[in-house]
Structure formats: C-alpha cells, structure tokens
C-alpha cells in the first residue's frame, strides 16, 4: 500500500504541474519562451526527484508568482527594432525615461531629462539654445542624433538641426522617452548615426481629464502647460497649449526665449 504521505506529495505536485504550466504559457505570451522553457524544464525534474521533506508547494507558487509579476512590470521598448519587445531582449544599447522619472525630476526641458542617463551629452550654450549628442560627437550644431515624437522624426532638414526648446509637446504629455544609444542607420536612416530619441506621448484615455502645470525659477524661466483629453465612443481627442521663457544670460532684462505651443 502506497504510504499516505506519498499520496498526498503526488496530489501536492499535481496540483504546482498544473499552475507552473498555466505561469509558463503566460511567460511564452509575455515574450519569454526561454524563461518557459526553463521552467517547464525544472518542473519536470522536480516531479521526478522525490522533493525533501520540509519543500513547501505554497512557497514555490509563491516564488513563480513573484518572478511573474516581475516579468509583467518590465518596459517595453519599439525603438530597437521597430516593433513592442521587452527591454530585456532589445538588441541594442536602450534606455528608458518614464513619466514618473520626469515628474520627479523637476526639469522644465527635454534636454534636462536626457541629462539622467549615462552618456549622454547635453550641452546649452545659451538661454535658448541646447545640443544633444552621444558618443562623444556633440558640437553646436550636432546633427548627427535622430529625434521623434510617436514614430515621427521632428529634424528640420533645410537647417540640419533640432530645436530642443520648440519640441511640440509639453512635460506632462509625454508618457516615457525611449533611448538608443548606437548606431541606427540602418532602420532609420543617415542621421540615426549616433542614436536615437524617441518620444512617445499619452494616449487621450490615459490623460483623460483636465491637466494644470506651472513653474518658474532663476533667469526667468517660467514653464506652464494645460491639457484637456477625452474618449467619446471611438473617438479620442487630446488639446494641449503651453508658455515656456527664460531670460539671457548676460541681461536679464532681455528674454532669450519665448514659445507658445499648441
């Protein structure tokens, strides 16, 4: 007769198969075949080997279910090869800023943002004016980085140049940027050279409501932006104005920049 302890570890591993299964498939879902694969793999070696005594089934649910969730909470990232992918498994050097780490960040500038990661070069010359580079490529006109809003390049072609503080988008609509450090021509083309800067804006149901933003500091810098965004049926719609101005350096009663956006 087969001991009822034998029994009841059958029942116990019968019952983890079936939920390690179902936390595979989601893995495979997720993008993670590897992951699932390794799982089934020591799923089956655990059924196999008779488990230790004191192995609790509850606590080995409880370690899949965190590696899960952990999966389920990494950024996914289009700017590596064009299409949504774990950042994990992105063939290139990519870097992600969320909406989070700008709120928190307290800049009033893209440019300011981008100086949080690693290697890149942010260098303001003025009041108004910014260069961004990487890999040791910046100069006052540095045209060699690719920048986007949503997919679209914003490169102003007839003067080789982006203008950081004309970007049209404001702080709060921006739900992460996305970073690419390298070479890119390949997919993006000649001045993808030094990389890559993706801006991805909020959906209007993610910004649904009414969105107030001002601040100020030295220099006269004064930053404000109002969003309104609403869903009606299949219809989204997102309405955005927003004042930025900083004064000169040299005189600070002369302002160096002024823009209206909307």
């Known amino acids: ?6 029994r009841s570890t059958g029942r116990q591993h019968a019952i983890l198969s079936e939920k390690a299964a179902g936390m595979a498939a989601e893995l495979t879902k997720l993008g993670h075949p590897m992951l699932a694969a390794v799982l089934s793999v020591g799923l089956g070696t655990s059924v196999q080997a008779e488990p230790p005594v004191d192995t609790s089934p509850p606590a080995q649910e409880a370690a899949l279910g965190d590696a899960l969730e952990i999966m389920k909470e990494e950024e996914s990232v289009s700017i590596a090869s064009r299409y ?11 870097y992600v800023i969320t909406d989070e780490d700008i709120r928190q960040s307290g800049a009033t500038d893209i440019p300011t943002v981008l100086r949080r990661i690693p290697g890149m070069e942010v260098m303001q010359t003025t009041g108004a004016d910014f260069n961004v580079s990487v890999r040791g490529d910046n100069q006052l006109v540095a045209n060699k980085l690719l920048v986007m809003v949503d997919g679209r390049s914003i490169y102003v072609d007839m003067q080789g140049q982006v203008y950081w503080k004309a970007l049209p988008v ?8 996305e970073v690419l450090k390298g070479p890119a021509s390949a997919i993006y ?3 993808a050279f030094d990389g890559i800067v993706n801006i991805i804006t909020k959906s209007p149901q993610e910004m649904k409501g009414t969105t107030l933003q001002f601040g100020g500091g030295e220099l006269g810098t004064i930053s404000s932006s109002a969003i309104h965004a609403g869903v009606q049926g299949k219809f989204g719609y997102r309405l955005s104005i927003g004042h930025d101005q900083n004064q000169q350096w040299r005189d600070r009663d002369a302002l160096a920049y002024r823009s209206d956006k909307f």
């Open 1 to 6: 007769p087969v001991p009822a302890l034998g």
């Open 84 to 94: 949504e992918q774990p950042i994990s498994q992105a063939p290139s050097n990519v």
């Open 170 to 177: 404001t702080l709060p609509e921006i739900k992460r940027i």
């Open 189 to 191: 083309g000649f001045n």
